[in-house]
């Protein structure tokens, strides 16, 4: 359905003569998937359409960056006006709802969302977020904890400053190689180590924890776990 709406967008755009740079690819089928990435890429980084036309000042290519500023914000009007979210405005909007102690709107009974969620490019709880009891998104937790991720995106990080506010504890598990691997897997984990230091950076407080894997006593599955990451080259032959 995102595309369904960027083409949409295109379309309205070249049909009032809004894009010169991008006249003759807007009419391709790929620029679609072009426009979508870089939109992505944009809001993975916490930037939304005003701020975006806005740092385009004095830059090199801003004639043709102009239009790609053009076409975003024509695209979050869209999601704006049906009531609508794409996956990385519903990161937005759980953030603004954990900042504001509010609950995003729920869409009427019998009604379904494009994407799920509304999203909304206005200040910190201004938009698409309604008071509420105190329910989940403002309650104190134990422990929250946090699993399966190798990296996050800058409202990602947002969202977990607001969690770590409501628990007494806030756990990240990240997939390492053990400590003592030799030589290192740099090639596999580079992200990882990266996204390391970015929790460290965005959250002063964290204190690191290196969990090893413990034996199973199995035969079989043992000698994997010891060598799922290990270079081929380096894995110790299994003895029927």
């Known amino acids: 359905m995102q ?11 070249l049909a009032g003569k809004k894009l010169t740079h991008f006249a003759a690819a807007a009419g391709r089928a790929p620029f679609v998937d072009l426009l979508a990435e870089h939109i992505r890429e944009l809001k993975r980084r916490g930037i939304g359409p005003e701020q975006f036309a806005k740092s385009l000042h004095n830059h090199p290519n801003a004639p043709t960056l102009r239009e790609l500023a053009t076409l975003y914000s ?9 009531n609508l979210s794409d996956t ?4 937005w909007a759980a953030r603004d709802a954990l900042a504001a102690n509010a ?11 494009i994407f799920p969620r509304p999203l909304s490019s206005a200040p910190r709880g201004k938009m ?24 996050f995106t800058l409202t990602q990080h947002d ?9 007494k504890q806030l756990l990240i598990s990240l997939p390492l190689e053990s ?19 970015e929790l460290k950076r965005y959250h002063p407080t964290l204190a690191e924890k290196t969990l090893l894997s413990r034996p199973t006593n199995s035969h079989a599955l043992d000698p994997i776990t010891n060598n799922i990451f290990r270079n ?9």
């Open 74 to 82: 024509a695209y979050q009007e869209q999601l704006k006006s049906h």
């Open 3 to 13: 595309r369904d709406v960027l083409r949409r967008v295109i379309q309205s755009s």
């Open 179 to 197: 400590p003592t691997e030799q030589p290192p897997r740099d090639d596999l984990f580079a992200k990882v180590h990266a996204t390391r230091e």
């Open 88 to 91: 990385e405005g519903r990161h």
């Open 232 to 240: 081929p080259g380096q894995m110790t032959p299994v003895t029927p």
């Open 159 to 167: 969202i977990l400053r607001e969690l770590s506010q409501r628990a």
């Open 103 to 113: 609950a995003p709107h729920s869409e009427p009974s019998g009604t379904v969302p």
């Open 128 to 151: 698409g977020l309604s008071p509420s009891p105190r329910r989940f998104w403002d309650r104190d937790f134990e422990l929250i904890v946090v699993d399966g991720f190798a990296d």
